[in-house]
């Protein structure tokens, strides 16, 4: 591994951690966690404070910065940055049908009941330790935002300020309250579709019904269904995702004997559209996040017949869904398959520990400012307002100028935005 080199004026520097698989047994298995540090060239032997960024998901990597821009630039003016590779995911050790074979179904189990957020948190602890840094910032998008409040639960005095995008999760809500919220977003994203772009309806639809006549196949041999496509909805919570999503169905088939089939070009961007298939933990262990001594029992699954537009039938209106998991992935999508068992007792495991803890929210005294966006497709807002009145010290910007991929947009202004309301909240003091 090359330990450090530049990006424009960023110096990045490589770090590797070996630490506890499960920190009840400290000294039992071992388990590689990679960060990138990212500083200003000019300020690379500066005493800077530390920011870290925690990724959404679960199960993606930090973003692979190749220009000072976005959120990044605006950190980079006061922060050392890091940039966690969650325990799983890119330069850390993954988690992969590959990297799971040899162990049996109570192994897998086991061992992939150790990824969820508190031991991501644990992981950072440790890696702050290792660094001799004596507190740190966090800044969480998303699922990383969950995790910044299992920070703020358990390690507090850790941590000098949180920023946290889309991110405000529920304290104590089951899955199934969150994918009842959810559905409603994802049915409201498909309204606003189909009414700008009309000619999507009949387009959708003739790709289902086409689905449903005839065996088509993904580039990777995966027969290629209904449900999968819908599974493309996910992308209408994200800003300009509509008319992306347009272009992407106008070419949908090309004639072949005088006979319509789908393109190969689509199919091959709809295979691309299958993070699952690279990224397991997102499907695996997605439920999970908002397990707490209960077990999600596939929650999006069975909330999902409450929502009859959502079950594609011949002749149909076809509807997109979004951000939920589904257990016939793991009969469909090739490289979920061989996680077919361990995901079934994951839905069933009802023992999960607490991710949060409410008295310690109710009275936090590390500065939380963050970003709500009020039309959220993934992060109910509703609920993101029930935690915020519960937890001490926070400043939230209630928006809907942004979608939930904000950070990425236009990252520059709304950390700048957040900052400052942190700068308020310390004033305030």
């Not at 639809?205 to 005839?214: F, K, P, R, S, V």
């Not at 951000?323 to 999960?352: G, I, R």
Request: net charge negative; with cysteine; glycine share 6%.
């Amino acid at each position: 591994m090359q330990l450090a080199y530049f990006v424009e004026n960023m110096l990045c520097r490589q770090h590797q951690f070996a630490l506890p698989l499960d920190y009840a047994n400290q000294d039992g298995e071992k388990v590689t966690v990679f960060a990138r540090e990212i500083v200003l060239k000019e300020n690379q032997n500066a005493e800077l404070p530390w920011l870290v960024y925690l990724q959404g998901g679960p199960g993606f990597p930090s973003p692979r910065p190749d220009a000072n821009s976005g959120w990044l630039k605006r950190a980079l003016q006061q922060y050392r940055v890091l940039l966690l590779d969650q325990r799983g995911t890119g330069n850390s050790q993954v988690i992969s049908a590959q990297t799971l074979t040899g162990k049996t179904t109570p192994e897998q189990v086991a061992y992939l009941a150790q990824f969820r957020a508190d031991n991501i948190v644990r992981d950072a602890e440790a890696i702050r330790e290792q660094l001799g840094v004596e507190k740190w910032a966090l800044l969480g998008q998303s699922f990383g935002g969950f995790c910044t409040f299992h920070y703020l639960s358990y390690f507090p005095a850790s941590l000098t300020r949180a920023y946290i995008t889309g991110g405000i999760p529920s304290l104590t809500r089951h899955a199934d309250d969150v994918y009842r919220a959810t559905y409603k977003r994802v049915l409201d994203k498909n309204k606003a579709f189909f009414s700008e772009f009309p000619q999507a309806q009949l387009m959708c639809n003739q790709i289902a019904d086409h689905l449903l006549a005839n065996e088509v196949r993904l580039p990777n041999g995966q027969i290629f269904t209904v449900e999968q496509f819908q599974l493309i909805g996910i992308n209408l919570g994200r800003s300009g995702a509509n008319v992306a999503m347009y272009y992407m169905l106008e070419g949908a088939f090309v004639e072949v004997n005088g006979t319509l089939q789908l393109s190969y070009r689509f199919l091959n961007e709809m295979l691309a559209e299958q993070s699952y298939l690279t990224n397991p933990i997102y499907a695996i262990l997605h439920e999970a996040i908002y397990c707490q001594n209960s077990a999600s029992q596939w929650s999006a699954h069975r909330i999902r017949s409450e929502y009859p537009q959502c079950q594609h039938e011949l002749g149909k209106d076809f509807c997109f869904t979004g951000e939920m998991v589904y257990p016939w992935m793991f009969d469909q999508l090739e490289t979920l398959k061989p996680l077919k068992a361990a995901a079934e007792q994951l839905a069933d495991k009802s023992d999960w520990p607490s991710l949060y803890d409410l008295e310690q929210l109710a009275n936090n005294v590390v500065p939380v400012a963050a970003a709500v966006y009020v039309e959220d497709m993934y992060v109910e807002f509703d609920f993101s307002r029930e935690t915020l009145a519960q937890t001490a010290k926070t400043s939230a910007w209630m928006t809907n100028e942004y979608e939930h991929n904000g950070l990425r947009a236009d990252g520059e202004h709304i950390l700048g935005r957040l900052i400052s309301l942190a700068d308020e909240l310390e004033q305030r003091e």
